[in-house]
């Protein structure tokens, strides 16, 4: 089972956006589940991969990353 982080982006701004960010996550070997919620400018992403991947990942895709942490509990 892999580390469940909570990716916080600015820049996303509709849900085809959302869209993009989760498409370019789950191309990653190592991403098991990715569910961007572009109203919140949040990401949520289970993987096994250190933040400085993810962090690349979302910024090629158009993004800039402001934190990456723990998700703690259900709701982050």
């Known amino acids: 089972m892999g580390m469940k982080r909570v990716?916080?982006?600015d820049g996303m701004c509709?849900?085809?956006?959302?869209?993009?960010?989760?498409?370019?996550?789950?191309?990653?070997?190592?991403?098991i589940g990715a569910k961007a919620?572009?109203?919140k400018g949040v990401i949520f992403v289970e993987c096994e991969?250190?933040?400085?991947a993810l962090s690349e990942c979302?910024?090629?895709?158009g993004f800039?990353?402001?934190?990456i942490h723990e998700r703690k509990g259900i709701f982050g």
């Open 14 to 31: 509709c849900k085809r956006c959302a869209e993009r960010a989760e498409k370019k996550l789950l191309l990653l070997d190592g991403v």
């Open 64 to 67: 800039t990353v402001k934190t």
């Open 7 to 9: 990716i916080e982006v």
């Open 37 to 39: 919620n572009f109203k």
């Open 58 to 61: 979302v910024a090629s895709a």
């Open 49 to 52: 991969l250190p933040d400085e």
